[in-house]
């Protein structure tokens, strides 16, 4: 081979390692923005949309001008999962319980897990469907134990939810909304209640923690 041939050939094995680096950076950084996207919308424990991608959603369901339902779920008694079975069994017992409410049938939309013990669906229909997919996900926790880490959980919740056709209704009402239903379903030991617009508020309690 002549030296100027050997030179070429240095060259190009030049560019294309070169090339072949750049093609492997570009795509560990569209992997690592991907992973990013997913977990800034994604819970890390149950794998669910969170609070945030549940919000987007929610917001595009009252654009679209349908009908459309919010129902909030609260784990009764998870602090005892914890402090008796241990964090690992706690977590266990969240995935298990977001994969039941994740396969929960349209007019379920999504579920998502907004904070600690609590979860949300999104529902479309109406007010019957709500109802149902509440009354659905509420049979579905407490058909049987879960079996977690250190045993078996016998899961009880609270079911509160919400329905509107109204366009201009906010986010932060319909939590609201689902929030005090569920919160009255909890202290009446009811399992499930939903919204009622003549309804007293049960109590006092916060309920902008949902809309962050």
């Known amino acids: 081979m002549s030296p100027t041939v050997h030179t070429i050939a240095i060259a190009v094995g030049g560019i294309l390692a070169g090339l072949a680096l750049a ?12 992973v990013a996207r997913y977990q800034a919308t994604h819970d890390d424990v149950t794998g669910l949309p969170n609070r945030r991608m ?10 679209d001008n349908a009908p459309v339902g919010v129902v909030l779920l609260d784990l009764d008694r998870f602090k005892t999962v914890n402090d008796t079975l241990g964090h690992d069994a706690g977590n266990d017992l969240l995935d298990h319980v977001g994969r039941l409410l994740a396969a929960l049938r349209t007019p379920v939309e999504i579920a998502a897990r907004l904070s600690g013990d609590e979860f949300a669906l999104l529902v479309r229909g109406d007010p019957d469907e709500v109802a ?28 509160g939810y919400t329905h509107t056709h109204d366009p201009h209704a906010s986010p932060r009402q319909l939590l609201a909304e689902a929030d005090a239903a569920m919160y009255h379903a909890k202290r009446a030991g009811t399992g499930v209640h939903g919204h009622h617009p003549l309804a007293p508020p049960p109590g006092r309690r916060s309920r902008d923690r949902h809309y962050h």
């Open 132 to 159: 149902a997919a509440a009354h659905a996900a509420s049979r579905v926790l407490t058909a049987a134990p879960i079996r977690v880490v250190n045993g078996e959980v016998t899961v009880a919740a609270s079911v």
């Open 23 to 34: 093609g492997t950076l570009l795509w560990q950084q569209q992997q690592a923005v991907r």
């Open 54 to 63: 549940f919000l987007t959603r929610l917001r595009a369901a009252l654009a």
